[in-house]
């Protein structure tokens, strides 16, 4: 899946996790270490997560190279 949304198992209806309220309790700095479970908001039906965190840096000469991606 991809970074920011999720697809309901049920109903393949897409989520999307950028909605700050909807993250709250799925979001730790190095990914969970527990299983959470969210209600779909099409199907009503529980949807369970795991969550993974990939971090990855970029360097450059100069503070705006860095940011360049
Ligand atoms: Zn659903």
């Given at each position: 899946m991809t970074d920011d949304r999720i697809e309901?198992?049920?109903?393949q209806h897409i989520i999307p996790m950028t909605d700050g309220e909807r993250l709250q309790g799925h979001v730790t700095y190095w990914g969970q270490e527990r299983i959470t479970s969210l209600e779909c908001p099409k199907c009503e039906r529980e949807v369970f997560l795991q969550e993974y965190v990939k971090r990855w840096w970029n360097a450059g000469r100069t503070a705006e190279e860095a940011a360049e991606l």
């Open positions: 309901c198992p049920h109903c």
